[in-house]
């Protein structure tokens, strides 16, 4: 007999039966499995039950001929009182009670339903989302510049044979695992298809610049491969999101963004390879003054502590091929040291670990930087008001926002600036806000 002192993951106590808690035998064999005590009250105490002898014909019974599986019921005695024990295995496929799939998640019973429910049966079928063929698509849909890039960088990689790397586009499908039957797996129309959303909702990206928690000063989304995903949104990070602190070395200019790229790149790749594309919902990031978050739908291997995610740990990527592919590009490692290296070069560049944070059924990480440092790094640099003067010189349909994001002061600070221009008879706006443009009346040199 097993001495059971709570309900957890794998107890469950119950006072008396009810053909209903076949519901729970079903979400113990659908997960690790567990006991379920009849004769005993939620306080743990036992109160018996007067037809044990009964029930332990018409339990094994049920069970059999409603769920389809076998589970053992044992009779026991305590203070002159009869109750059961009734013992669950795991079972390696999917069991539905009536047609509905139940789960054991820590003390409660849940219905699978929708993309829980896909995945969940993907798992016990041993399969992933990203493994599943599409119908009427053929390779002829798929872009052939996509194939290209791979071939660039997989040479670069060298972990793709050059004899696979030479032969036509479905011999390199093949080798990559990414067909099925002669159909298209999920990996390869998300890898290699020019608009993966036609097939797969939510399959994108998208980028704002947020003044605060609410105020969003401006937004863009990145669609197509895979690849191409990945290559854009990190040019836009560098480009037009991220402020960089300018220093010299000699007559050499050099830029130092807030966050190291490398563990941008890291995170972003993680993200994009580990999303969790069912759900329908796109990767999200989140630009500010001084911090970034990034989140995308995912969820920590069933099993492993948060504190396990967080350190090295064995790779268990949620889509096996994309990730694979990925591999084989060179674009990331397959030994799960993906976080490590982030933190790495974080502590490299001097700028605190980022944090992460579990919430909405997904993964957000955190990248913030430390102020006092940038503070520092940009005194003596030009005033505000020089900046503004040469950057509109330079594109006279700069909105404030750009112009804030470019100076690395607020939009009402740009305001301020701008007010002080025009009054000076610097700086003149001609037409309106929409459709007007910024003339230079007295340019710095």
């Given at each position: 007999?097993?001495?059971m002192?709570?309900?957890?993951?794998?107890?469950?106590?119950?006072e008396?039966?009810?053909?209903?808690?076949?519901?729970?035998?079903?979400?113990?064999?659908?997960?690790q499995?567990?006991?379920?005590?009849?004769?005993?009250?939620?306080?743990?105490?036992?109160?018996?039950?007067?037809?044990?002898?009964?029930?332990?014909?018409?339990?094994?019974?049920?069970?059999?001929d409603?769920?389809?599986?076998?589970?053992?019921?044992?009779?026991?005695?305590?203070?002159g009182l009869?109750?059961?024990?009734?013992?669950?295995?795991?079972?390696?496929?999917?069991?539905?009670?009536?047609?509905?799939?139940?789960?054991?998640?820590?003390?409660?019973?849940q219905?699978?339903?929708?993309a829980?429910?896909?995945?969940?049966?993907?798992?016990?079928t041993?399969r992933?989302?990203?493994?599943?063929?599409?119908?009427?698509?053929?390779?002829n849909?798929?872009?052939?510049?996509?194939?290209?890039?791979?071939?660039?960088?997989a040479?670069?990689?060298?972990?793709?044979?050059?004899?696979?790397?030479?032969?036509?586009?479905?011999?390199?499908?093949?080798?990559?695992?990414?067909?099925?039957?002669?159909?298209?797996?999920?990996?390869?129309?998300?890898?290699?298809?020019?608009?993966?959303?036609?097939?797969?909702?939510?399959?994108?990206?998208?980028?704002?610049?947020?003044?605060n928690?609410?105020d969003?000063?401006?937004?863009?989304?990145?669609?197509?491969?895979?690849?191409?995903?990945?290559?854009?949104?990190?040019?836009?990070?560098?480009?037009?999101?991220m402020?960089?602190?300018?220093s010299?070395?000699?007559?050499?200019?050099?830029?130092?963004?807030?966050?190291?790229?490398?563990?941008?790149?890291?995170?972003l790749?993680?993200?994009?390879?580990?999303?969790?594309?069912?759900?329908?919902?796109?990767?999200?990031?989140?630009?500010?003054?001084?911090?970034?978050?990034?989140?995308?739908?995912?969820?920590?291997?069933?099993?492993?502590?948060?504190?396990?995610?967080?350190?090295?740990?064995?790779?268990s990527?949620?889509?096996?091929?994309?990730?694979?592919?990925?591999?084989?590009?060179?674009?990331?490692?397959?030994?799960?040291?993906?976080?490590?290296k982030?933190?790495?070069?974080?502590?490299?560049?001097h700028?605190?670990?980022?944090?992460?944070?579990?919430?909405?059924?997904?993964?957000e990480?955190?990248?913030?930087?430390?102020?006092?440092?940038?503070?520092?790094?940009v005194k003596?640099?030009?005033?505000?008001?020089?900046?503004?003067?040469?950057?509109?010189?330079?594109?006279?349909?700069?909105?404030?926002?750009?112009?804030a994001?470019?100076?690395g002061?607020?939009?009402?600070?740009?305001?301020?600036?701008?007010?002080?221009?025009?009054?000076?008879?610097?700086?003149?706006?001609?037409?309106?806000?929409?459709?007007?443009?910024?003339?230079?009346?007295?340019?710095?040199?």
């Open positions: 007999m097993i001495e002192n709570a309900e957890n993951q794998n107890t469950e106590w119950k008396s039966w009810r053909d209903e808690y076949l519901k729970w035998i079903c979400g113990f064999a659908n997960a499995g567990g006991t379920i005590v009849i004769g005993k009250n939620d306080g743990g105490d036992i109160v018996g039950v007067s037809d044990a002898a009964k029930l332990m014909e018409d339990i094994p019974n049920k069970v059999r409603v769920l389809g599986i076998v589970v053992d019921v044992n009779r026991h005695q305590q203070n009869e109750y059961l024990e009734i013992t669950v295995e795991p079972y390696p496929y999917p069991v539905n009670y009536k047609g509905q799939y139940h789960y054991r998640s820590g003390s409660t019973k219905e699978l339903k929708g829980a429910l896909n995945k969940f049966i993907l798992q016990k041993g992933h989302w990203d493994s599943v063929p599409v119908l009427n698509v053929t390779i849909d798929l872009d052939s510049r996509a194939f290209d890039n791979f071939r660039k960088r040479t670069r990689s060298k972990r793709v044979e050059e004899s696979v790397l030479g032969e036509k586009n479905e011999a390199l499908l093949e080798h990559l695992r990414l067909t099925e039957n002669q159909h298209l797996k999920r990996a390869a129309v998300l890898l290699f298809h020019p608009d993966p959303e036609r097939f797969i909702t939510g399959a994108y990206i998208k980028i704002g610049f947020f003044e928690q609410v969003l000063l401006y937004q863009d989304e990145i669609h197509g491969t895979l690849f191409e995903q990945v290559e854009k949104t990190m040019d836009l990070l560098l480009t037009k999101y402020r960089a602190i300018v010299y070395e000699g007559i050499g200019r050099i830029e130092t963004y807030l966050f190291p790229e490398a563990a941008l790149r890291e995170a790749l993680n993200a994009v390879a580990h999303k969790d594309y069912s759900s329908g919902n796109p990767i999200q990031i989140k630009v500010y003054d001084h911090k970034l978050s990034l989140w995308n739908t995912g969820h920590i291997p069933e099993g492993w502590s948060v504190e396990k995610f967080l350190n090295i740990h064995s790779s990527p949620n889509n096996p091929d994309i990730a694979n592919t990925f591999f084989r590009a060179g674009m990331i490692e397959s030994w799960g040291r993906g976080i490590y982030i933190i790495n070069e974080c502590e490299k560049a700028v605190p670990a980022p944090t992460y944070e579990f919430y909405w059924g997904g993964i990480v955190h990248f913030t930087a430390v102020k006092s440092s940038v503070k520092s790094s003596g640099s030009e005033k505000s008001s020089e900046k503004i003067l040469k950057l509109v010189s330079d594109n006279n349909q700069m909105t404030i926002a750009e112009l994001l470019a100076v002061i607020s939009t009402r600070a740009i305001e301020k600036q701008i007010s002080k221009l025009k009054n000076s008879k610097q700086l003149a706006r001609i037409g309106g806000d929409n459709g007007g443009y910024w003339q230079v009346l007295n340019p710095t040199p």
